[in-house]
């Protein structure tokens, strides 16, 4: 009894020794291939990039969001939403976009003076059909006869947001915002819309 508990505890410490050494292997291989940049062939679809989930959004501002992207789905359009709450140190980084850092200037709004940082902005594309992500204002892929862009943008009014293109100093065409009548002065000051609408 002894010799066959034995060779028990024996095929265990062997079988625990091959899985340590698989498990081992298996991870200098990834190592390896991820330094390499290899991964991406071999899980291509896990890899591709999608824009991260909008959070940090002025409840009001969140659920009509979620309505634009439904209601512009119903017609055949894909909105995605690329942009929605923004820190002062990235809306910083933006601004200096262009202007100390390179690329171009894609904003005049200095950190705390944009209404992404309260929450209340989001800033949309579309999805092709082919799965491309773009900032085209003259598509039709629904095929009606009116820009995709501009379907959206009327969808958008209609929910209460505000279109950063009918501005006429720096028209900024992603750009959809709800102020609930506060100045971007008011916000500075503490000023905040009600989380709930008043009744």
């Known amino acids: 009894m002894n010799s066959s508990l034995r060779k028990l505890r024996q095929r265990r410490k062997k079988s625990l020794r091959n899985w340590i050494i698989a498990t081992i ?57 690329t942009h929605g709450y923004r820190s ?49 204002m003259e598509r039709d892929d629904n095929g009606n006869g009116k820009a995709d862009w501009m379907e959206v943008v009327d969808l958008a ?3 209460g947001f505000t279109w950063g293109g009918d501005w006429t100093n720096f028209p900024d065409y992603p750009h959809l915002q709800m102020d609930f009548d506060l100045s971007i002065r008011d916000l500075k000051r503490g000023k905040r819309p009600p989380l709930a609408p008043q009744r």
């Open 88 to 136: 002062v140190e990235e809306q910083d980084a933006l601004f200096a976009q262009g202007r100390s850092s390179s690329g171009n200037i894609v904003t005049n709004a200095r950190g705390g003076e944009s209404y992404h940082n309260y929450g209340l902005a989001i800033d949309f594309a579309l999805r092709t059909p082919d799965g491309d992500i773009v900032w085209d």
């Open 157 to 159: 009014k209609e929910l």
């Open 25 to 81: 292997i298996l991870s200098i291989v990834f190592v390896w291939l991820q330094q390499k940049g290899d991964l991406g062939e071999i899980w291509q679809d896990e890899i591709i990039p999608e824009p991260l989930p909008i959070t940090g959004l002025h409840p009001a501002v969140a659920e009509s969001e979620g309505v634009l992207v439904r209601m512009a789905a119903r017609r055949g359009i894909e909105v995605v939403i």
